[in-house]
């Protein structure tokens, strides 16, 4: 019965584990010049319009950098554009990641959404009245910034990886 568990868990990671180690360079690399440099673009001006009258300096973003692994750098690429997809300016970005996963043929992991409870609703009710606007724009220009950090980290990546 235990050979039967780990046989059947076998099978059902097997899949991701081909499709996300099977990638392509060259693939990538021709996405990237024909699809992904413009989205990457279009994104980093729309997230820097944003920014405009915002300093990201007094903001660290602790991202993980590209090496000249052809491995890691995919690897890098795709954890970056999974950290892009926790960001809540989802409209601006899905093209840009959807994108990204095509041309690596790995999708990210969605994390399960726990419904909350009635108490935690209450309780979220009264923070978001006592929060007041100022709060509200720093986070917002934090999220901002680190949008920002990722697509100038994912534009490092993709030149490294072309330039292989």
């Keep these: 019965m235990p050979l039967f568990c780990i046989s059947f868990l076998?099978?059902?990671?097997?899949?991701?584990?081909?499709?996300?180690?099977?990638?392509q360079l060259d693939n990538i690399r021709s996405d990237?010049?024909?699809?992904?440099?413009?989205?990457?673009?279009?994104?980093?001006?729309?997230i820097t319009s944003?920014?405009?009258?915002?300093d990201c300096s007094v903001f660290s973003h602790k991202l993980r950098n590209c090496t000249p692994g052809n491995a890691?750098?995919?690897r890098t690429l795709h954890n970056l554009a999974c950290k892009m997809r926790s960001l809540p300016f989802l409209q601006m970005t899905l093209q840009l990641i959807t994108s990204v996963e095509i041309s690596m043929s790995c999708h990210c992991r969605e994390k399960s959404i726990k419904m909350p409870t009635e108490s935690l609703k209450r309780r979220r009710g009264a923070t978001?009245?006592?929060?007041?606007?100022?709060?509200?724009?720093?986070k917002q220009t934090k999220k901002l910034c680190k949008a920002r950090a990722i697509?100038?980290?994912?534009?490092e990546c993709y030149q490294m990886l072309n330039s292989l």
Excluded: D, H
Aim: glycine fraction near 4%.
């Design 10 to 23: 076998v099978l059902l990671l097997l899949p991701l584990s081909l499709s996300c180690g099977s990638v």
């Design 32 to 46: 990237y010049i024909t699809i992904i440099q413009t989205e990457l673009q279009r994104t980093t001006e729309e």
């Design 50 to 54: 944003l920014l405009q009258n915002s």
């Design 72 to 74: 890691t750098s995919v």
């Design 128 to 138: 978001r009245r006592r929060r007041n606007e100022g709060t509200k724009n720093r």
């Design 151 to 155: 697509l100038s980290a994912m534009t």
